[in-house]
């Protein structure tokens, strides 16, 4: 049931984000567009409540509970810039805006940037961590939570490996390429 219901929060998630942005673009309704936009962290709540109401029916803890967490901490994280972004690509697409700006390319500024994005995984393992902690509380029973503790782990692997690819921007920043300095004269060649 818990699984069922993070692939439904899953594709809920792209229904709403897709249906809000064609309201807000499309039919030129902004604020039922924004208004639709915002019901988004409902599902969160609703999967939230379902595990939370499965580990009270007396459900063994589970991957699936621990999956469920993740996948809250990874909404919570990352959400609101994928929203963002795809927002700033339907205004260009179907309201005439300008294209949104990218990521920086090269340099610090890309370091930058990919430090912000890493921020974002810190904050979801942070909030996965914390429910994943609730959950071991709320069932009270140290001997059939490890499944909920190994998905802690999980999730702070994934943070530190996402941190080290971060780094890598930092220590090793890509160059911009030389700027082409223009059209060159061709050579000749005389024939004799």
């Known amino acids: 049931m818990v699984v069922t219901l993070i692939v439904i929060c899953e594709v809920g998630f792209w229904v709403l984000l897709v249906t809000g942005l064609a309201v807000r673009y499309l039919l030129k309704m902004p604020r039922t567009g924004a208004a639709l936009l915002l019901c988004e962290p409902l599902l969160e709540v609703v999967l939230l409540v379902v595990t ?114 971060a780094l890598s921007y930092a220590i090793w920043p890509r160059k911009a390429p030389e700027p082409d300095p223009g059209p060159r004269e061709p050579v000749r060649v005389e024939r004799r």
């Open 52 to 165: 939370a109401m499965d580990l009270k029916s007396g459900a063994e803890p589970s991957w699936k509970h621990g999956l469920a967490a993740l996948y809250i901490g990874y909404t919570v994280g990352h959400g609101h810039r994928t929203v963002k972004w795809l927002d700033g690509h339907a205004a260009h697409r179907l309201a005439g805006a300008p294209r949104p700006v990218g990521p920086p390319r090269y340099g610090m500024a890309r370091a930058r940037h990919e430090g912000r994005v890493w921020l974002g995984t810190l904050v979801g393992a942070a909030v996965a961590t914390v429910l994943l902690w609730l959950a071991i509380l709320y069932v009270g029973d140290a001997s059939r939570t490890s499944s909920l503790r190994s998905w802690m782990g999980a999730a702070w692997r994934t943070a530190g490996l996402h941190g080290l690819v």
